[in-house]
């Protein structure tokens, strides 16, 4: 636990359009009598209808927070040795729109603003892709249309309107798609809904997190007990905004499940852990800690091997976010290269960043 | 290989269940008989709670998993067998029956059918079980559909003094227990100091409107196992955020089946999602950590097992005083079910007092400790309590 100063690549950073109208300015004419009348950005399902006092307390350049790449050039990527930040929208439920048409139309906007506004201006950005999900088609087009551009890197589900675990077969062509382009499949908190819950709707937000760690689990044991990871042996999911604490338990509880997963599932080859391993990674951002400094070390490292599953993320420029230096305090330094940057540059394809200068990092024992 | 190191234990949650339909009908009133044992020719149910209402969580092929192979007894309801698997161990001092297929009937859509249901079943196991053994006590079962109903029972059946909790069953109202509404059932289960029993399974019914697990309806039963936790988060997260451990500060809970490693990082995350939005809940006092620690009780039913066994002690040993939280119930005759001897294996030996004894002795409303006075309880059931 300690500083650090080496490569940073951050795969959670939430950038926004100034105004909807950045993004209409994508849409096709046909949408010119309605798109003023319809949300451009709806809001995420796990705000709506609670009061929730969460401001934004980021500097702004004008507009909404992280609506400009100077703002975010300047809070970020100069500052703090920045290999990549991924950006991943605010926070793209666009699928959620109730017209298919309008929605899928939407989808394709999102994706040419992003390249547009922000790709273009910096190599160290690059972006996930929102997809029209309900519309399997549409959004296999959709990866096809944009999936090779060198700076998107992965699909976003920050939505979920067909409210089916994301190991469902509905979504295997999606997943076909994004492995021949290379894209990881990204999950991020916002995809829960009222009917999703266990147990009934929450109530209030509170209510709502005490099943998020569920929610992460049972979309990684889907993409296992639905053979995902055996159809698609190249792919990676990538789960942001969950927290990392969540693992240990769950490891622990699909491997005692072994049995019954191959009674049930006879295709699952290996134990859960062993593709969690392989494939899986999940966002450093909301760090979960404990009363003591090195709580939540101690708490991961019942698990072997955890520390290849974390990839850094500041979430950017929420309220919530963590800066890396607050991350490198509460995780092992022996396990900073591989959070910070290694994680992630084998998840997403990159090559290691060139490092002209040995990061100075910190080896005293954890 | 560590053993107990604790000289009685306390079971807080073993399952017994009723053998047939048959077993409850003599404590029902007269209309339900024609619906449950019908004149020849009609169609029969089965108050099993498994043929009543559509099947709990389907195992392969949309079966319900068959439990101790396919014994065509339902598993808990032989005495003699109970008598030779639990009670015969040596170092059992209690045993608290709570029902795991039973419960099911909780959810049984037509509610008035579902409260009697209940009802009959409290007094049956009073009359079949509790007489049998001294070391036996029941929990009050309710439907929770109708809370004053549910309200109502638990001060009918509390004032026996060898019920010792409430088993909530379903969310009645398919929400989840924080909920206003439910409030009178926890406003007469303080009064009478009984604490709630919420139990991974009672939210499985197909009927429930809500999947048994985050994120949606998982395809497989090993799924549904391994996310066992996540109706008792649902739950837990509601009964704080909705403050309901502030308008009943007495009120104890018991959540029975979903193991306990998760116990650390569940508490982190919800204290940071609580600190991040706080000011929209100004009823909530406290931390939902500190809560949890003093109003919840999480049972060793479904104990992970992970490889490295010491492990496990050491996880949930970074929250301070969780030895005061995790309590002995045994999960008879679930097929994973585990004797203390098993359990102990791996829980450190300096918990052992408390988790096999003392927390159980704590937290349930023994004989001795029924409050308020008896006879003031008798005198409100005499002027209409049920």
Redesign the interface.
């Known amino acids: 636990m300690s500083s650090y100063s080496g490569p940073i690549v951050d795969i959670d950073v939430h950038n926004s359009p100034a105004t909807p109208a950045e993004i209409r300015e994508y849409l096709p004419a046909k949408w010119n009598d309605v798109k003023s009348l319809i949300p451009a950005v709806p809001t995420t399902n796990l705000l709506v209808g609670y009061f929730t006092p969460v401001p934004h307390v980021r500097r702004t350049d004008g507009g909404p927070p992280a609506s400009s790449y100077k703002v975010i050039k300047e809070d970020l990527l100069d500052p703090f040795n920045y290999y990549k930040a991924i950006l991943t929208h605010n926070i793209g439920q666009y699928p959620e729109l109730l017209n298919q048409y309008y929605m899928v139309d939407v989808c394709r906007a999102a994706n040419d603003w992003m390249v547009d506004r922000w790709l273009s201006l910096d190599e160290r950005l690059a972006a996930v892709m929102v997809v029209p999900t309900p519309m399997i088609e549409e959004a296999v087009a959709e990866i096809h249309r944009l999936g090779d551009h060198p700076q998107i890197v992965g699909i976003l589900f920050a939505s979920n309107p067909l409210r089916r675990p994301l190991g469902d077969p509905i979504y295997h062509p999606i997943y076909a798609a994004a492995v021949q382009h290379g894209l990881a499949v990204t999950s991020h908190i916002g995809i829960e809904h009222a009917s999703t819950y266990p147990a009934g709707p929450p109530a209030s937000l509170m209510a709502s997190t005490g099943t998020l760690h569920g929610s992460a689990g049972h979309h990684i044991s889907s993409f296992i007990t639905h053979g995902v990871f055996e159809k698609f042996p190249d792919i990676k999911l990538i789960l942001k905004e969950y927290g990392i604490a969540l693992l240990p338990s769950l490891i622990w509880r699909l491997d005692a499940q072994y049995q019954r997963l191959r009674r049930e599932s006879p295709w699952v080859k290996r134990y859960p852990s062993e593709y969690m391993h392989d494939h899986l990674s999940l966002s450093t951002q909301p760090l979960e800690t404990g009363e003591r400094t090195h709580d939540l070390a101690e708490y991961l490292s019942v698990i072997d091997g955890i520390e290849d599953m974390l990839c850094f993320s500041s979430d950017y420029p929420h309220t919530s976010m963590d800066d890396h230096m607050y991350v490198a305090r509460k995780l092992p330094s022996a396990w900073h290269r591989k959070l910070f940057y290694e994680n992630a540059c084998r998840s997403y394809g990159w090559p290691l960043p060139p490092i002209d200068v040995e990061p100075q990092l910190d080896h005293a024992v954890a | 290989m560590q053993s107990l190191s604790c000289s009685a234990v306390v079971d807080g949650c073993a399952f017994h269940e009723w053998p047939s339909s048959a077993s409850l009908l003599d404590y029902m009133d007269e209309g339900w008989h024609e619906l449950i044992s019908p004149r020849q020719g009609a169609t029969a149910m089965s108050l099993r709670g498994v043929r009543m209402l559509s099947d709990p969580f389907r ?2 092929g949309g079966l319900m998993e068959l439990r101790n192979g396919s014994a065509p007894v339902v598993p808990g309801s032989d005495y003699d067998a109970f008598e030779r698997d639990i009670l015969a161990q040596n170092a059992i001092e209690r045993v608290v029956l709570g029902y795991d297929i039973g419960l099911q009937s909780t959810a049984i859509v037509h509610r008035y059918l579902a409260r009697d249901v209940a009802r009959a079943a409290n007094d049956w196991t009073v009359e079949n079980w509790l007489a049998r053994d001294d070391r036996l006590y029941g929990m009050v079962l309710v439907s929770t559909a109708i809370p004053e109903d549910a309200a109502a029972e638990i001060r009918r059946v509390g004032v026996n003094e060898r019920m010792v909790a409430v088993a909530l069953g379903c ?1 009645g ?7 206003p509404a439910y409030h009178p059932i926890f406003e007469a289960a303080e009064e009478l100091g009984l604490p709630i029993v919420i139990q991974v399974g009672s ?1 499985i019914a197909s009927d429930m ?15 549904f ?7 008792h ?6 009964l ?3 403050g309901v451990f502030t308008r009943f500060p007495k009120l104890k809970a018991l959540l029975v089946g979903g ?1 306990a ?2 116990i ?3 508490l ?3 204290d ?3 600190k ?2 706080a ?3 100004p009823w ?1 006092e406290r931390l ?1 950590s500190e809560y949890f620690l003093e109003h919840i009780r999480v049972s060793t039913h479904s104990l ?3 490889p ?1 066994p010491e ?2 002690g ?2 949930l040993g ?3 005083g969780i030895d005061r939280v995790i309590l002995y119930t045994s999960g008879y005759p679930d097929e994973d079910w585990e004797t203390a001897g098993q359990i102990a294996t791996r829980l450190p030996a300096e918990w052992h007092e408390r988790v096999f004894r003392t927390n159980a002795e704590e937290l349930f409303r023994w004989p001795m400790r029924v409050t308020p006075p008896q006879e003031e309880l008798v005198a409100r059931d005499a002027a209409g309590g049920r």
């Open positions: 195992a392969p969310n109202l398919g929400r989840p227990f924080g909920e939210d409107p809500n999947p048994p697990v985050a994120g949606g309806l998982p395809s497989t039963y090993a799924e196992r391994a996310h066992a936790p996540h109706t988060w649902a739950h837990t997260t509601s704080i955020a909705e193991g490693a998760w650390p990082a569940w982190w995350n919800v940071y999602w609580y991040m939005t000011a929209a809940y909530v939902p992970e097992q992970p490295q492990r496990l050491k996880a970074l929250i301070d």
